[in-house]
Every structure is written in structure tokens, then in C-alpha cells.
Nanobody, 117 residues
Framework: QQVESGGSLVQAGGSLRLSCTAS????????MGWYRQTPGNQRELVAT???????IYADFVEGRFTISKDNAKNTVYLQMDSLRPDDTAVYLC?????????????WGQGTQVTVSS
């Protein structure tokens, strides 16, 4: 199961780095993604990184976030800069499934990011 960490309360314009580790998932051969969910809303994909390191970002990221991974540590990161109040959400990691909206593993607890104005 995935274990996310690094979330916190931060002021608008600030930065956070989230981490995701998972026993049983070999990140060096698995595409991974960061997602976020707010109360009453569906989860939305934030960014993905392929097994080979290629990255894709949601339009709302607008160059503010960077997804990366350390295969030796089996950890995926999400560096978030220039945070805005509408980035407030629970952030989770998973592996994208075959079709949009699908994921390959059960969800972890996620990590709460709260951005104050």
C-alpha cells in the first residue's frame, strides 16, 4: 500500500515536497501518478511519471509542480511551488490504469495539503 507524506499547512506562495513510498510496487518499472481530492469532488490527476521518467502534468499545474522519483529509494516525489488556496486537497499517489480514471492499486490515506490565503 502506498504511504504518502509531506503535507502541511502553508501560506499561499509557499512550497511543499510530498513523498510516496509503497511496498510491493517497483517504481522503476511502474508508471506512477499523484492525484488530489477535495471534499465532495472526484479525485483528479495532478501529474504522472512513467517508468522511464517521462512526465505529464494537468493543465492547472501551470509549471508550478514537479514530479520525480528515486528508484533506489522506491519513492515518488511531488515538489509543489507557488501554492494557491485552490491547491488545498488530500494528495494521494497511485499507478494509472489502462483507461482514464482507473488506477491499479488500492488507495492509501493520502497527505493533507492546506494552503491559506
Amino acid at each position: 500500500q502506498q504511504v504518502e507524506s509531506g503535507g502541511s499547512l502553508v501560506q499561499a506562495g509557499g512550497s511543499l515536497r510530498l513523498s510516496c513510498t509503497a511496498s510491493g510496487i517497483k517504481f522503476r518499472v511502474t508508471d506512477m501518478g499523484w492525484y488530489r481530492q477535495t471534499p465532495g469532488n472526484q479525485r483528479e490527476l495532478v501529474a504522472t511519471i512513467s517508468s522511464t521518467g517521462s512526465t505529464i502534468y494537468a493543465d492547472f499545474v501551470e509549471g508550478r509542480f514537479t514530479i520525480s522519483k528515486d528508484n533506489a529509494k522506491n519513492t515518488v516525489y511531488l515538489q509543489m511551488d507557488s501554492l494557491r488556496p485552490d491547491d488545498t486537497a488530500v494528495y494521494l499517489c497511485n499507478s494509472p490504469g489502462q483507461f482514464p480514471g482507473m488506477v491499479r492499486y488500492h488507495w492509501g490515506q493520502g497527505t493533507q495539503v492546506t494552503v491559506s490565503s
